[in-house]
């Protein structure tokens, strides 16, 4: 019905009119006026009775109470109101419903958490992958459930551009790659890959790549060790066997030096190599590399300098550090037109420690530059024959940092020399234990 102000006044000034006429009959217009009011009042308060008990228990009837004028208008308007609004609750359950469904229906787990981590809502394949339990883990902080510390760093960083890969904790032959997004009041949505497949193909490269390199080397040994021999007996020989003899023994070690990287990479990137908390002089290392550096540049007469501004160790594994630095250092050397400068420096700040190789050399184009750390990349192909690098070294050096959480910057320009530089965590500087005299 149309609401129509101008007809309840109406409805009621007639009520109270012809109650101070029967009031008139009676001799008592004001009375009778007065009974009209109490009555209207009366009315009033009732049908406000009713309309409280209908508000307060909606659900005991669907139908709204009866009424006639205002009031009446009043109880169809909020009962249109209340049905439109169960219309909506039924749409948005039913809209809720189906996510879940089609997000239950993924073979990915997917976990939503509040700011601290506390789990709101996750669905099928992330109670089967993270082994979560339906009533009992509502509300856990998820640190607690997957108590990976890798998890927890990566979940406490908001840092999320890359993705981590864990173990599950409910099991662990189940290799997982974690995705997690921001949203809503900094929630997160968490989403659970199973990459057991691609995890293991890859682990199976790594492993062919590791045996047969280690199977490769015993006769490239015995090869490259009877060819060093016939090259010192090389007067021996007919002339026209001399050149073959040569060639022949320097592609040998040249082999040989691709199969001690491939080794030392496969090692690197199984883990082959432990961590422990092994501590590192980084000042020592850095001196002795240079030493040899210098050897190596011979007669191009590099000038190789060493500036150490801290003289804090560094947790992490010597050796591998070792082969990290030396291939920046010696690629500085080989890089570098004699007579060039190279610097090396070890240096700290608050973002972490950093060691920067700076040569004065040949630069290389930025459109290699993101490609240089993969395995064979070179950026001049057909230089490489000239140094004898075997392209696996900036490979090697980029596993090292990522065994140390660390990672590589590189900067150059065609022409005026390139700076390399490892980034390190602060957290991974340890002080030196000043050293006793003993007397
Ligand atoms: P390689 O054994 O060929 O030196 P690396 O992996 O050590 O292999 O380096 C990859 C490529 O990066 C090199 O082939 C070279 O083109 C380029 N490169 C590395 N270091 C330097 C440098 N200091 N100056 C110029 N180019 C460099």
Redesign the pocket.
């Known amino acids: 019905m149309q609401y129509n102000w101008s007809r309840y006044l109406r409805l009621i000034f007639t009520g109270l009119a012809g109650a101070t006429l029967v009031g008139w009959f009676f001799g008592h217009p004001l009375y009778g006026l007065l009974t009209g009011l109490v009555m209207y009042l009366w009315w009033t308060l009732v049908q406000a009775h009713r309309l409280y008990q209908w508000l307060a228990h909606p659900s005991a009837s669907d139908e709204p109470p009866q009424s006639v004028g205002l009031w009446g208008d009043i109880f169809d308007s909020l009962h249109k109101l209340h049905r439109d609004h169960l219309l909506t609750q039924d749409r948005l359950r039913a809209r809720i419903n189906r996510v879940q469904e089609s997000t239950n229906a993924m073979r990915d787990g997917v976990i939503m958490t509040d700011t601290r981590g506390a789990m709101e809502w996750w669905n099928g394949s992330a109670e089967y992958l993270l082994g979560f339990k339906p009533d009992k883990d509502r509300g856990q902080y998820i640190h607690n459930l997957i108590r990976t510390p890798a998890f927890k760093a990566y979940f406490d960083a908001r840092d999320y551009r890359e993705p981590l890969e864990i173990n599950s904790p409910a099991k662990p032959h189940i290799h997982l790659q974690i995705q997690i997004s921001l949203f809503g009041d900094d929630d997160r949505l968490i989403v659970a890959k199973d990459v057991t497949r691609l995890f293991q193909l890859e682990q199976m490269r790594r492993d062919f790549v590791g045996n047969v390199s280690h199977e490769m080397r015993t006769p490239l040994t015995v090869i490259s060790g009877y060819l060093e021999t016939l090259v010192d007996h090389s007067d021996e020989l007919p002339a026209k066997w001399r050149r073959a003899i040569k060639t022949m023994a320097a592609q040998s070690s040249r082999m040989e030096s691709l199969i001690t990287d491939l080794i030392l990479l496969s090692k690197i990137e199984t883990g082959e190599h432990t961590l422990d908390d092994a501590l590192t002089d980084v000042e020592a290392l850095v001196g002795q590399i240079c030493h040899d550096a210098r050897a190596l540049s011979g007669e191009k007469n590099h000038r190789i300098s060493v500036q150490i501004t801290d003289r804090r160790l560094l947790k992490g594994d010597e050796s591998q550090l070792r082969s990290a630095f030396s291939?920046l250092i010696f690629?500085?050397v080989?890089?570098t037109p004699a007579n060039g400068n190279i610097v090396v420096s070890w240096s700290t700040n608050r973002h972490g420690a950093h060691l920067s190789v700076k040569?004065s050399?040949?630069?290389?184009d930025p459109v290699h530059i993101p490609r240089?750390t993969e395995r064979f990349?070179?950026?001049?192909p057909s230089r490489?024959k000239d140094?004898g690098?075997?392209?696996?070294?900036?490979?090697i050096v980029k596993h090292v940092l990522i065994n140390h959480d660390g990672n590589l910057e590189i900067k150059s320009r065609m022409g005026e020399g390139?700076e390399f530089i490892c980034h390190f965590p602060r957290e991974r500087l340890v002080e030196r234990v000043p050293e006793t005299t003993g007397d």
């Open positions: 291939n690629n500085a080989k890089y040569d050399g040949i630069g290389i240089l990349y070179r950026a001049d490489h140094t690098g075997t392209g696996l070294g900036l490979a390139s």
